[in-house]
């Protein structure tokens, strides 16, 4: 089983519909994080979170929010998804101690 | 602004080639990471270094701290090995947040 589990790894939706991505880890990490990635730009950060209780903004958080239900456990909403949402989104993991991360396989979004 | 800028875009190269992927960066750095995206798969984190140079496998990492500047090495190349390569630094600080290239996308023909 991988480290870093996505669900659901392929989605087809419409527009204006909510739409929750999850993310689940079984490495003990205490830091995880959202990103999205569109063809011919780099990885960008939409959340990061430090532990339970501490939630952050990235450079592109406009349109999506997060929970984090447990350490394991950070999920990414879209309340109400537009086309421009559609991307191949990835939840992340490090540890403060060593800062390597580990990144889930993907979740690939379209939004009609 | 940290930009991070990797060379070339796109890499073809017959198995069995030395390769290299560079990787500059404009600001300071604490920490930089190499990444590899294959196709349709996810990202898996090769490298990540702050000084001198790592070795995995036929893989190896450099990178110049004064020179701000990074490279990727892979030798005795493989079929295998096509994917995209990212280059990520963290420009410090206590929220890790991380800037990455656009990345290279390596092609090994047989």
């Known amino acids: 089983d991988a480290d870093v589990t996505q669900t659901p790894r392929n989605r087809i939706t419409k527009t204006g519909k909510r739409i929750m991505l999850e993310c689940s880890q079984t490495?003990?990490?205490?830091?995880m994080y959202w990103y999205r990635q569109d063809p011919g730009l780099g990885l960008r950060l939409i959340y990061y979170?430090?532990?339970?209780?501490?939630?952050n903004k990235g450079e592109i958080s406009d349109g999506y929010s997060v929970s984090r239900q447990a350490q394991a456990k950070f999920s990414l909403s879209l309340e109400s998804a537009i086309p421009n949402q559609t991307a191949l989104y990835f939840c992340?993991?490090?540890?403060?101690?060593?800062?390597?991360?580990?990144f889930g396989e993907g979740s690939r979004l379209t939004v009609l | 602004k940290n930009e991070v800028e990797q060379s070339p875009q796109n890499l073809t190269a017959q198995e069995g080639e030395f390769i290299t992927i560079n990787c500059s960066y404009s600001v300071g750095i604490s920490a930089l990471h190499w990444l590899q995206q294959h196709p349709g798969g996810g990202i898996v984190s090769l490298f990540m270094?702050?000084?001198g140079k790592k070795k995995h496998g036929r893989l190896i990492a450099t990178i110049n701290i004064q020179e701000k500047h990074s490279s990727l090495h892979i030798t005795a190349s493989h079929p295998r090995d096509s994917a995209v390569y990212i280059c990520?630094?963290?420009?410090?600080?206590?929220?890790?947040?991380?800037?990455f290239g656009k990345g290279t996308l390596l092609t090994v023909n047989p």
């Open positions: 490495k003990g990490h205490d830091r």
């Open positions: 990520a630094v963290n420009s410090g600080g206590s929220n890790y947040k991380l800037t």
């Open positions: 992340a993991t490090s540890w403060a101690g060593t800062g390597e991360l580990f």
């Open positions: 979170s430090f532990d339970v209780k501490d939630i």
């Open positions: 270094l702050s000084s």
